[in-house]
């Protein structure tokens, strides 16, 4: 597939999760610049990361794994986020555009897996 990764729907919007997440965690307070905004990060790059990955492989398995991967990601991203939220981080109205495009994300990924699974 070479770099039509990026021609991916699914990446482009990962590369979007990605780029608001720096943006949120940017005011996070010091005192989580290696606690929940790392994290936040981390998980947020990994998703267009392990689309690529994936989409570099040899074999519908394994890109179908490296999306899973990439699902599991928005899944600690929407948690994350929660948490900034319970504990005053950020607020609801803040995260909650962003928890719902994440939502959507791993609706599509989702989509994806089963259609290389069949």
Request: aromatic share 6%; charged share 25%; proline share 3%.
């Amino acid at each position: 597939m070479g770099l039509r990764f990026k021609e991916l729907r699914i990446w482009q919007d990962g590369m979007e999760i990605t780029e608001i997440i720096y943006k949120i965690t940017k005011k996070f307070p010091e005192s989580e610049k290696f606690g929940l905004a790392n994290q936040l990060q981390r998980a947020a790059v990994s998703i267009p990361s392990n689309i690529a990955e994936g989409s570099g492989r040899n074999s519908k398995k394994d890109f179908a794994h490296f999306l899973s991967q990439a699902r599991g990601s928005i899944y600690e991203i929407i948690t994350q986020l929660e948490i900034s939220s319970r504990v005053g981080i950020t607020q609801t109205e803040e995260i909650q555009p962003l928890i719902d495009k994440c939502e959507s994300l791993t609706k599509q990924i989702s989509a994806l897996i089963n259609s290389l699974r069949t």
